[in-house]
């Protein structure tokens, strides 16, 4: 008995599908170079109509200077009132440009003033400041008046000379000047000194030798002066009251 089983035929392999990868990769090179053409075509007609374009101006142009010349009165007439109103727009435009010109140098010349005059009024406001503050002083002179002891006061009376001499134990000599608010009262102090260093003598002689010494003596001193002259300006005041020079025998 024969075999009927025959030998099974071989499995045809699928074709291996890169094979089409050159064919799918030269498509994209074409389609590259696809866009790369038609740009080209889109500039090279973009370019020609502009050409195009200008050619035609200047034609349009050249028929119109040449009407000028012509024989056809209307034709000469269209080519000059063509002329004429392209120069009247030109002159327009360069008298616009000039009122504009004109006009941004009117308003820095303005902004200019404006600013130096801010920088002034500045300049002054500070100057005022500075004489407000500017300290106004008057020199009263050097008064030599006599110190008491333990407080004694000139004009008190005492009970014998021998007890007035006995409490006089030396002199003093000072230089003083006041500082004033304004310009104006140290001017009526000089202008009446006299009876100012006759009010500054009467606080003098209320000092004693021990006060003189102390620090707190000498501030007392300097506020008396100053309440005694602010009683006796009429208008303004007197400030503070210093000794330039204090000698002490």
């Known amino acids: 008995m024969s075999d009927s089983n025959s030998d099974p035929k071989p499995e045809e392999k699928p074709q291996d599908s890169a094979a089409k990868t ?12 696809e866009k790369d053409s038609s ?21 349009t142009f ?76 008057s020199n009263l002179g050097e008064f030599t008046f006599e110190l008491s002891q333990g407080g004694q006061r000139e004009g008190e009376e005492s009970e014998s000379e021998s ?9 003093a000599e000072a230089e003083i000047i006041v500082e004033c608010d304004t310009a104006e009262t140290c001017e009526w102090i000089d202008r009446t000194l006299p009876a100012v260093r ?16 102390q620090k707190d003596g000498k501030r007392r001193l300097r506020k008396a002066i100053v309440d005694r002259l602010n009683q006796s300006l009429p208008r303004g005041r007197v400030v503070n009251a210093f000794f330039g020079r204090l000698v002490i025998d």
């Open 39 to 59: 740009k080209s075509a889109k500039s090279a007609a973009w370019k020609e109509a502009a050409a195009r374009r200008m050619r035609e101006q200047r034609n």
């Open 62 to 137: 050249g028929t119109l200077f040449r009407g000028v010349r012509s024989d056809d009165r209307q034709v000469r007439r269209m080519s000059w009132l063509f002329i004429l109103s392209l120069m009247g727009a030109l002159v327009l435009l360069v008298f616009a440009g000039l009122r504009f010109f004109q006009g941004v140098q009117e308003k820095r010349k303005i902004q200019a003033e404006r600013d130096a005059a801010k920088t002034m009024s500045e300049f002054l406001s500070r100057q005022a400041e500075e004489r407000r503050r500017r300290v106004f002083s």
């Open 163 to 171: 007890s007035k001499t006995l409490g006089v134990t030396g002199l």
């Open 22 to 33: 050159p064919s799918e990769g030269g498509n994209g090179d074409s389609h590259g170079q």
């Open 198 to 213: 006759h009010e500054v003598t009467l606080a003098l002689t209320e000092v004693s030798r021990e006060e003189l010494i």
